[in-house]
C-alpha cells in the first residue's frame, strides 16, 4: 500500500487514539488516572476483551473502567504504565485494524509488576471522525512470547 496523503492522516488519526488509550490507564503514584478520557476513545457500544485466561473477560468501556477506578480508590492500584513497543495498521476505507506489542508495569497492593503482551485492536470511521470499536489483548507467560518481528529487543538486536 503507498502512503498517499489520507493515508498518512488516517495512520495519524489511529497513532492518536492509541497513545489517549495508554495515557487514560497510566498514572504516576499520587495521581489520578484519567480513565474517563477513554469513553471518548470508543464506539458507544465498544468492547474491551481481556483473553488472558481460558474464560476472555469481555467489558464495556464502562465495566473495564469500573473496577480500575476502585482499584485507584481503595489504595491497591497506585501505579500503571502502559506504552506500545510495536506496531502493524492496516487501513482500508471506512475501517483499520492495529496488532501491536505492549508492555505494562506498576504497583499492585504495593508489589510491582510487569508483563507485555499483544494487543488487537479495530478501528471504525464515524461521523465523528476514527474511533475504536473493540480491542482484545493476552500477555505473555510460559510457553506464549511476543513474535519476534513485535519485539523491540529482538528487532534492534538483528
Known sequence: MTDHPGRIAVKGELDRLIAEF????????????PYE??????????LL????????????????IEPRQGMVRSGDLTRSNEVELCESTEIFGNVAHRFNSYAKSGTMKGVPFTARGMISTQFVQTPSGW????MAWDDERTGLSIPEQYDPALS???
Do not use: C, M
Open 131 to 134: 474511533k475504536i470499536s473493540a
Open 22 to 33: 495508554f495515557r487514560a490507564v497510566s498514572f504516576e503514584e499520587g495521581a489520578t488516572p
Open 37 to 46: 478520557n477513554i469513553h471518548g476513545l470508543f464506539i458507544e457500544t465498544g
Open 156 to 158: 534492534d538486536s538483528s
Open 49 to 64: 476483551v481481556k483473553n488472558t485466561t481460558s474464560t476472555p473477560e469481555i467489558s464495556t468501556v464502562s465495566q473495564f
